[in-house]
């Protein structure tokens, strides 16, 4: 089993959808979780960035961290065409050698 | 960005042959990282810095070597080129900041060995 499951999708959404993505993991030392969204022939950009547990939104995302679960969310409200990437999850434990999930594929249609 | 540069962005090489890829920072981070992609992997750490000289593998550092000898660069050595190392490899850089362990990635450098 690897340390941080992410399910590579594709998830297809119409435009203006709720999209939740997600992560599970297995290393409860984990305290720094990170969103990176990746454009196609891109590189990753840092999307959101959690320090333990609660939720941060940031525009149309919101990223929850609930760590008795070991479960980590990415909303996107209302959802864009612009929107459809590669988003991966990331943690770490104080390391600065973050775990990566593999990343799941989005598809917004109009 | 986080003045990240890579290059080159694109090499096709033959089986056998020394590679060298190159990142460059400018804004003095501490940390800095090579990763490979490859579909169904995800991104995968071959060598990381965390200061000058100082190097340590990753999971994937089989047949790939670094060195770092400025604080801005960080080079990516593949001794003999196999088509296994065929991927899209980024740099990326940590702030190293104690709250905050996030990276910001270059833009990639696609590399096919034939």
């Known amino acids: 089993q690897k340390e941080v499951e992410q399910d590579p999708g594709p998830l297809s959404v119409p435009e203006g959808a709720i999209v939740s993505l997600n992560c599970t993991y297995s290393?409860?030392?984990?305290?720094?979780f990170m969103w990176y969204r990746q454009y196609s022939r891109k590189g990753p950009e840092l999307l959101m960035y959690?320090?333990?547990?609660g939720n941060k939104e940031d525009g149309r995302f919101t990223a929850q961290v609930d760590k008795s679960s070991k479960y980590i969310s990415l909303f996107i409200r209302d959802s864009q065409p612009s929107d459809s990437a590669t988003y991966l999850c990331a943690m770490s434990r104080g390391s600065y050698i973050p775990t990566f999930g593999r990343g799941t594929s989005l598809i917004v249609h109009p | 960005d986080a003045g990240i540069t890579q290059s080159p962005r694109h090499k096709v090489t033959e089986t056998g042959t020394p590679v060298t890829l190159r990142c460059h920072q400018t804004e003095n981070h501490r940390y800095m990282y090579w990763y490979r992609q490859d579909p169904g992997h995800g991104l995968r750490l071959i060598h990381y810095?965390?200061?000058?000289?100082?190097?340590d593998k990753g999971e994937v550092s089989d047949g790939y070597s670094v060195s770092r000898s400025k604080t801005e660069d960080f080079l990516l050595t593949l001794e003999s080129a196999t088509s296994s190392q065929t991927s899209v490899y980024f740099c990326?850089?940590?702030?190293?900041?104690?709250?905050?362990?996030?990276?910001?990635f270059g833009p990639g450098t696609r590399l096919l060995v034939l």
């Open positions: 990326a850089i940590s702030e190293g900041r104690e709250d905050q362990e996030t990276q910001y």
């Open positions: 959690t320090y333990s547990s």
């Open positions: 290393n409860s030392a984990f305290q720094y």
């Open positions: 810095s965390y200061g000058v000289k100082d190097t």
